[in-house]
């Protein structure tokens, strides 16, 4: 089981970026998949989950909701999240993870900075 992320980068305020999580040694289709945000000197948080594509639900942290969308492209067997309207509050290393099996996978993060 692997999880690649990428997408990162230095955005200003009101930007956008879009994240992917690309996996390897399991369907990405048939587990939940999402991510996690760390800032600087704080813990990990939650950000967004996409459920198995069974019955696809999806969810967001509060902070998040409107401007961050969590998509699945099956074929590709990754998982995505486009981040609109950034503010300098999202700023951090974002990581994705899997739990395929019921495993907690992680991948190694992608870093993203908000300036204002």
């Known amino acids: 089981v692997q999880l690649q992320a990428s997408g990162g980068g230095l955005v200003q305020v009101g930007g956008s970026l879009r994240l992917s999580c690309s996996v390897s040694g399991f369907m990405s289709s048939r587990t939940t998949m999402g991510w996690y945000r760390q800032a600087p000197g704080k813990q990990r948080v939650f950000v967004a989950y996409?459920?198995?594509?069974?019955?696809?639900?999806?969810d967001y942290e509060d902070s998040v909701k409107g401007r961050f969308t969590i998509s699945r492209d099956a074929v590709l067997n990754t998982v995505y999240l486009q981040m609109d309207s950034l503010k300098p509050e999202d700023t951090g290393v974002y990581f994705c993870y899997a739990l395929p099996g019921g495993e907690m996978h992680w991948g190694q993060g992608t870093q993203v900075t908000v300036s204002s």
């Open positions: 996409i459920t198995a594509a069974e019955m696809t639900k999806t």
